[in-house]
């Protein structure tokens, strides 16, 4: 292998110079007789570290992706509880319960129990005039409808009755039925 030594120009000190580096790009070129990073050794070392590189990546980009959604699931989940406590029924806070502290299971039940009275008292609306006037006028046409159906039963009574030896001589009175 032949060795040259030039002088650098800042100064006295001899330098090595190999004839087979590349001072481009900072690369050996394969020579003869000599071990360099060119080749097909070189270009395998390349794409295995290519690779590998590669699946690093991919796979922080997996990583990262996974606690993104863990994120958005936990956030999810805090949003709705949120909810459930302000606003939930029963049976969404007990979906909760093991993740509640006793301040806010309590709170939300306070809620609950405030808001099932408050829909009693609305059911139980005043009535107006005329509602009672309804009211009565049903009353009325029930009793009416009663009565009716008692005189018929008394005529029908009477008549056979009146058909009787003994009807014919002291007959029961038959009730108009005129409505």
């Known amino acids: ?10 100064g006295s000190d001899l330098v090595h110079f190999n004839p087979w580096h590349s001072p481009a790009n900072g690369q050996f070129i394969s020579g003869p007789g000599g071990r360099s990073s060119g080749g097909i050794g070189g270009y395998i070392k390349r794409k295995k570290a290519e690779r590998k590189a590669a699946q690093l990546k991919k796979q922080r980009a997996a990583n990262l992706q996974k ?12 949003a709705n509880k949120e909810r459930v406590l302000k606003s939930g029924t029963a049976s969404e806070v007990m979906q909760y319960k093991g993740q509640l502290t006793n301040d806010e299971l ?3 039940l306070n809620r609950i129990n405030w808001e099932t009275q408050l829909s009693g008292y609305a059911a139980k609306e ?13 009353k009325v046409s029930k009793l009416t409808s009663y009565a009716n ?5 008394y005529n029908t009574i009477a008549k056979i009755y009146n ?17």
């Open 1 to 10: 292998m032949n060795t040259h030594y030039v002088i650098v120009p800042t």
């Open 67 to 78: 606690a993104r959604e863990a994120s958005a699931t936990k956030r999810k989940m805090d």
């Open 149 to 153: 159906t008692a005189i018929s039963s």
């Open 126 to 138: 005043v009535k107006t005039a005329w509602d009672k006037m309804d009211d009565i006028s049903n």
């Open 163 to 179: 058909a009787t030896p003994k009807g014919k001589k002291k007959p029961w009175t038959v009730i108009s039925n005129k409505n």
């Open 106 to 108: 309590s709170k939300a």
